[in-house]
Structure formats: C-alpha cells, structure tokens
C-alpha cells in the first residue's frame, strides 16, 4: 500500500510555510558588514534580485523532533509514483544537499542528489521538467509565456523560502535588520519575529547578499529550541552565468514521462476549482492561522487502509486523541480527524483541537 498523494498537501503544507533555516559553514570571511539599511530598503533589495544570475551548492536539514527515518524503510524500494511514507519522512527529517543554477526568472534548475536518489526540476523559459531518477518517471509542463520563476514549482531553496516568508510579512510581525559577512560577501541578516507568544514560530532569519540581494540563506526556529528547526542556505556561490546546457534536459531512456499543461492565468481559477467541501479554510490570521481541509470519504478510506510499515510508520509518528491523531513537531501540529479532515498550523496541539471542535 503506498502512501497517499492527498495526504502530501496535510503534511508538507506547513513545511512550506514555515521551511528554512541558515547552517553557517565554518569559513573565513573576507568581506567587511555593509553599511546600514532599514528593512524596506532590504526588502527592495531582495524583490530587485530575481533577475540575477547565480549558481551554487546548497544544503537543507531540518530539526523538527521527529524520529529518524528507519534504516529498513530509507532501504526499500519506492512506489510506483515515487512518493510513500519513507519518502516524505526522509524529505522532511533528512539533510540534503542540492545544485542550484539560476538564470534571472525564466530559467533555474534544481539538482538533489542523496539518498533518495536524483531529483531534477528544470525551469526553461515556457518548459518545466521535474524527474526522479528513482522512480524513473518525469513530469513536462508547459507554462504560460508570461510564467516567472515564482509561477512554476519548485523545491525549496534559500529564494523560495525567502519569498514565502515575505509574503507572509503581517502587522502581527516584527521586522528587523542587522549586518554580517557570510561566506565572503557582505550580508543583511533580516529578521521576521513574531509579536505572539501563541506561535511554534520562535523567529526567521533571511541571509541577503548586500551586493545583489539575492537570498543565500533562511533560517526559522521553533520557539524554546536552542537549534533551528529547518534549514536551507548556500554552503557555496558563484554570481556568474550558468551556461545554457544547464537548462536543457532529456529524459534518460526508459523514463516514464507524463505531460500536462499549466493553467494560464485566465483560466487557472477554472481548472483549479475544488468544489465547496474541499476548499481549504484558513481560521485565524497571521502567525496564528490554521489551515482546515475536509479530506471527506477518500481520506477517510486513505487512512483506514494503510497497512505495513506505512501504518507502523503513521502510528509512531502520531499519537491518538479524542476524534484522531496528532502529528506534534516543534515547529508545526497536524491533526487527522476520524471524518477525514485535516487541520494544520504553526500553533500547540491544544489550540489545533479546539478550532477542530
């Protein structure tokens, strides 16, 4: 029994939001701190760097006081679609190590390489490939012409995740800057502080590159925990131009390859309309907001059917409550209900069940 596709969205949705952190390599910094700026003017800094060009090497690990993934589970073969539960908790408990290339907003590539295997996601220009070599399957999706580097998927890099957390920037947030060096360059540390203690969400932290403003780190930490929760930030970079080969891709012989076409921005509300039950609720706002999805029948029956280590692994990475199952980390809390809803937030176990009843 494989995992679940609809159970990714309950999980990993809350790592999105609040994904990353910066793992400072111990190297000698050669660069002086820049000279002083206030935060809008970093935060312009930041919005007038997506057209740069960047490469380099990037590292993510997360400490969210979750299990390790079992040596016997990481080991096994991979569902057909490349997607189970070893694979999600080794996605969200593992450390990986990437190879990012950008080339401004139309093309960047995405390159993991580690125990799961090579994941690939190449933006190029109106051509999204994502591929994974374990599962030997590839996705092509063509975009709109209009398409920027924010509009595609992508995996989380230091960019990415600065960008979520500038998006989620509200009057419950207190902004402030401080300068650096960080692994030669002259940095803006940004920092993003919650003013509620009712958030798991001690802090984040975005590293930005005081010459291009490009983001070569973020970090968020769990409040009370002494190390950050996730992280991702560049162990390594070059601000040259990545060569145009980098963005060409071919599937290897034998892929599995499904096409599909994005939605334009005309139509992307048509194509991706849920029905009323399925809509996503958002209670609360802020630091504070808890996402509610109604799984309805089909999650109901996701989660009764799970058998063998996809149902071990579920058991210990929840513990039963009144009506479900809580997922508790440091940073976020899940909770599965017995009809099948599911109701995520940055927020304690006890507050997630009184908005679920």
Request: glycine fraction near 8%.
């Amino acid at each position: 029994m494989t995992f679940r596709r609809g159970w990714i969205p309950a999980i990993v949705a809350p790592v999105a939001v609040v994904v990353a952190a910066v793992a400072v390599p111990a190297v000698a910094d050669a660069a002086s701190p820049p000279p002083a700026k206030t935060a809008a003017q970093v935060l312009s800094l930041i919005a007038g760097s997506h057209d740069a060009h960047y490469s380099g090497t990037v590292a993510q690990s997360s400490d969210l006081g979750l299990p390790q993934l079992p040596t016997s589970m990481s080991s096994r073969a991979p569902s057909s679609s490349g997607f189970d539960a070893a694979t999600l908790m080794e996605l969200i408990t593992g450390s990986h190590t990437a190879q990012v290339y950008v080339d401004g907003r139309s093309k960047q590539r995405v390159q993991v390489l580690d125990t799961l295997g090579e994941r690939d996601l190449i933006h190029n220009g109106t051509s999204v490939w994502s591929y994974n070599a374990r599962a030997h399957t590839a996705t092509h999706m063509t975009t709109s012409g209009d398409a920027s580097a924010r509009e595609t998927p992508a995996p989380t890099t230091p960019a990415t995740v600065a960008d979520r957390l500038i998006a989620s920037i509200t009057p419950t947030t207190k902004v402030s800057v401080t300068t650096g060096t960080f692994l030669g360059h002259g940095v803006y540390k940004l920092t993003l502080q919650p003013k509620t203690s009712e958030t798991l969400v001690g802090s984040a932290v975005i590293t930005v590159d005081a010459a291009t403003g490009v983001p070569l780190g973020a970090q968020l930490d769990a409040r009370g925990q002494s190390t950050p929760a996730v992280s991702v930030a560049f162990t390594k970079v070059d601000f040259s131009r990545p060569g145009a080969d980098v963005f060409a891709f071919t599937p290897p012989q034998g892929t599995t390859v499904q096409d599909m076409t994005a939605p334009s921005h005309e139509t992307q509300g048509i194509h991706t309309e849920k029905p009323e039950g399925q809509k996503p609720i958002v209670i609360g706002s802020g630091w504070t907001a808890i996402v509610e999805v109604a799984g309805g029948a089909g999650m109901t029956s996701a989660m009764s059917g799970l058998t063998g280590s996809d149902a071990q692994l579920l058991n210990e990475l929840t513990r039963h409550v009144d009506g479900g199952r809580m997922l508790q980390t440091s940073l976020f809390t899940v909770f599965l209900r017995d009809d099948g809803t599911v109701f995520a937030g940055a927020v304690p176990s006890a507050t997630l069940l009184a908005a679920a009843r």
